[in-house]
């Protein structure tokens, strides 16, 4: 897909007469207003984007976040974006409906949730890269709060809408051209697919990733995609998908329920370690919202999470607690390669780590079990043997 061929899109979803449309997986392209109105959102979110007539309401903030110190931006975006990214929720949810259960099924993309979470960790990850100029931090926060917002009308092309969308709510921010190219280029480079449709990086062995990366990324955008890759933890659970059906028939969400990354450091042989953890187990203070995912009681009084076929121990019994290994074959099946040269989560994860750690020599992920039950596996990359390792997964796990 050529760069022409991207902005029409662009431009025929954001339209000059500035009444979107929306487009999403077996969505028809259709009217932001009517979308949304099908999808029950309030009508007063719904009169903050579009007006009663079709047209773009976005307001047009005064901010100039680019003044504000990097602890500042979030704090200060919330009050215009958070009602952005409730609209895009709903619109997400409007566009993947789930045929059996008749509901939309997606993790959760709000401002208090995931945009809050990405936003702690891109700026985490430039300290750790040694990149703590204030301007660089600046940057990485506003793509980090605005890099979803075009959800709204398309998920599948909401990384090629951000800097439409940031020119409209935060105006100043275009006044400073070359810092807005690199806020808008990694609200675009965030999203997995740009990888094989632009760069076709599918076809391509890490190796040739990774120099393509050290050519089209900047720090701020290598950190968003990054981070946002590595976004997976219980709390991610939109309110619809505490429910064992949902796991049954979406494998996002269950994975998000059993497998949480807690982080990732740099030690002191200056490896990058991301730890995660596999838990089965709902604690106490977890029932108000986990309480229908509860099957049996498990021990230091918590209890067992509902498991779908694919990870439970005992696949015919529904009472069955998730098994570490077969959440761990789930995980990489969903996230990890299908193939060699595959332009997947994980793969770029590594190639945005390897870019904006450049004195690391290996990435190293690490997944241990809650129970105890299980040693911890660990897969240590480095620059050479990615291709190596994540094919001695795809054979571990039968993922040929």
Wanted: with cysteine; proline share 6%; glycine share 6%.
């Amino acid at each position: 897909m050529s760069i022409v061929e991207t902005a029409q899109i662009a431009s025929r979803l954001l339209r000059q007469d500035m009444r979107p449309q929306v487009q999403h997986n077996g969505v028809a392209e259709g009217s932001l207003r009517e979308y949304l109105e099908t999808a029950r959102l309030s009508t007063n979110v719904i009169d903050y984007i579009v007006s009663p007539d079709g047209k773009l309401n976005i307001p047009s903030s005064s901010l100039d976040l680019y003044l504000f110190p990097p602890a500042d931006i979030y704090s200060q975006a919330e009050e215009t974006l958070a009602p952005l990214y409730q609209a895009a929720m709903y619109s997400l949810l409007g566009g993947h409906i789930n045929e059996e259960m008749h509901i939309g099924l997606f993790t959760d993309h709000t401002y208090g949730n995931h945009i809050r979470h990405v936003a702690e960790g891109v700026d985490e990850a430039l300290l750790m890269g040694g990149y703590d100029d204030i301007e660089t931090r600046v940057n990485g926060q506003i793509a980090a709060i605005l890099h979803d917002i075009p959800n709204v009308l398309s998920r599948s092309w909401h990384h090629l809408l951000g800097g439409r969308f940031a020119r409209l709510i935060f105006p100043k921010l275009a006044e400073d051209k070359k810092r807005f190219k690199h806020i808008r280029d990694a609200m675009k480079l965030h999203h997995e697919p740009i990888y094989e449709e632009m760069y076709h990086l599918d076809t391509q062995s890490f190796g040739a990733k990774l120099q393509r990366f050290q050519k089209i990324h900047t720090p701020e955008s290598a950190a968003l995609l990054f981070v946002d890759n590595l976004d997976m933890r219980r709390d991610r659970l939109y309110a619809n998908a505490y429910n064992p059906r949902v796991f049954d028939q979406h494998g996002h969400s269950e994975i998000n329920a059993f497998m949480n990354v807690k982080g990732f450091e740099r030690d002191d042989s200056g490896d990058i370690l991301i730890s995660a953890e596999f838990n089965p187990w709902i604690d106490p203070d977890e029932l108000e919202t986990c309480d229908p995912l509860v099957t049996t009681e498990a021990p230091d009084g918590t209890y067992n999470c509902y498991a779908s076929k694919r990870v439970r121990k005992n696949p015919e019994d529904p009472e069955s607690p998730a098994d570490f290994h077969n959440t761990l074959r789930e995980t990489w099946g969903l996230y990890g390669p299908s193939c060699p040269q595959d332009a997947d989560r994980m793969t770029l994860m590594l190639a945005a780590g390897f870019t904006l750690f450049p004195e690391s020599e290996r990435i190293v992920m690490r997944f241990t079990d809650r129970t105890g039950e299980n040693e911890p596996v660990t897969y240590g990359f480095t620059r050479d043997t990615v291709n190596q390792v994540m094919e001695e997964i795809r054979t571990t796990y039968d993922l040929l």
